[in-house]
């Protein structure tokens, strides 16, 4: 397979659309990192980093892919061991959770393991009530019970994860001739509620990257922000507002995502348009088996070799601080 002379620009069906075809593809890994900020501090005072790999079959309805989260970690709290060992068996329950999608990357039939889900559950809840006893431990098993055992439930709360907002956010659509269209976008960005819609602009870029990717960016609008992030002592003055950018970089052979970062942040304008950061919030997912998105031998690079953002090894989990509360709910995506 050759190589590609930039600039060259992707074949896109007639009616502008992308469509999705994983056959040859297997698995693909990813680093996720998650950072909070306050105001415009260069240092997060939250961030949490994770693995994910997508493993991927042919199924008759299209590709059965199962995601399996793993190696989270956090970097504020001290570790708690009980939570730790819990929390662990928490996520070898729900983890790896599949889902069947077809060449428009919308899962069909929401969860379909759900199952096997459930009988993991059983045995780990099992393990953690006779080695953990207490009002707490009983407390939390009713919890994920409540979580867990009802389906719409279950899949309701997998819509508060940020990684699966974005992995089945619809890309694979009828773009416009000027390659945009108006569409939304949902986001999980506050704690224990539903992920917010977000209208914008999404623009297909067709031009390869020297990574060999094309890109889709999705700008917001900007909207009034949600009442999580007024300040309780300022009540009416600044009026914030919120936005959101999203960049997505799918690979040019299966036209699934190896990039994704996404940017939000609430903000206030004065008179004059100048703008005061209150909150962002930065998502950033790379692949990291780049040598997988070939069809033949030839290397393909990294977009953080090219461009020289992160180190290879930025996503290989540091040794985090955390509470069960936040490893939990990360678990759980809310």
Not at 155 to 183: A, C, G, I, R
């Amino acid at each position: 397979m050759k190589e590609f002379d930039a600039p060259k620009l992707i074949k896109l069906q007639k009616d502008n659309t992308l469509s999705l075809d994983l056959n040859g593809l297997k698995e693909r890994r990813y680093g996720v990192s998650v950072k909070y900020y306050d105001h415009s501090e260069s240092k997060p005072y939250k961030r949490i980093d994770y693995n994910n790999t997508i493993y991927i079959n042919k199924h008759s309805d299209g590709w059965l892919i199962d995601i399996n989260k793993e190696n989270i970690y956090f970097n504020q709290h001290e570790p708690n061991l009980v939570s730790e060992n819990i929390g662990s068996l928490v996520s070898k329950s729900i983890y790896p959770i599949q889902t069947c999608i077809d060449k428009s990357g919308i899962p069909l039939n929401g969860v379909t393991n759900h199952n096997q889900i459930l009988n993991r559950w059983e045995k780990n809840k099992s393990a953690i009530s006779k080695k953990y006893i207490g009002e707490a431990t009983d407390s939390l098993l009713n919890y994920f019970n409540k979580k867990i055992s009802n389906k719409v439930r279950f899949e309701q709360s997998m819509d508060h994860d940020m990684f699966w907002n974005l992995l089945f956010h619809p890309k694979y659509v009828s773009y416009q001739e000027d390659l945009k269209v108006k569409t939304n976008l949902l986001l999980a960005i506050l704690p224990y509620h539903p992920p917010i819609e977000f209208s914008g602009m999404q623009k297909l870029d067709p031009e390869i990257t020297d990574y060999n990717s094309i890109r889709i960016d999705f700008v917001s609008d900007e909207i009034e922000a949600h009442p999580y992030f007024n300040p309780q002592e300022n009540n009416s003055e600044p009026k914030y507002l919120m936005r959101l950018k999203v960049h997505f970089d799918l690979d040019i052979y299966y036209m699934f995502p190896m990039h994704t970062r996404a940017y939000f942040e609430v903000f206030s304008k004065d008179e004059d348009g100048n703008e005061s950061i209150l909150k962002k919030n930065n998502f950033t997912q790379y692949q990291l088996n780049t040598e997988d998105n070939k069809k033949e031998p030839q290397k393909v690079k990294s977009m953080f070799e090219v461009n020289g953002n992160e180190s290879k090894n930025h996503f290989k989990p540091p040794k985090r601080k955390k509470t069960f509360m936040d490893y939990i709910y990360d678990i759980l995506g809310g």
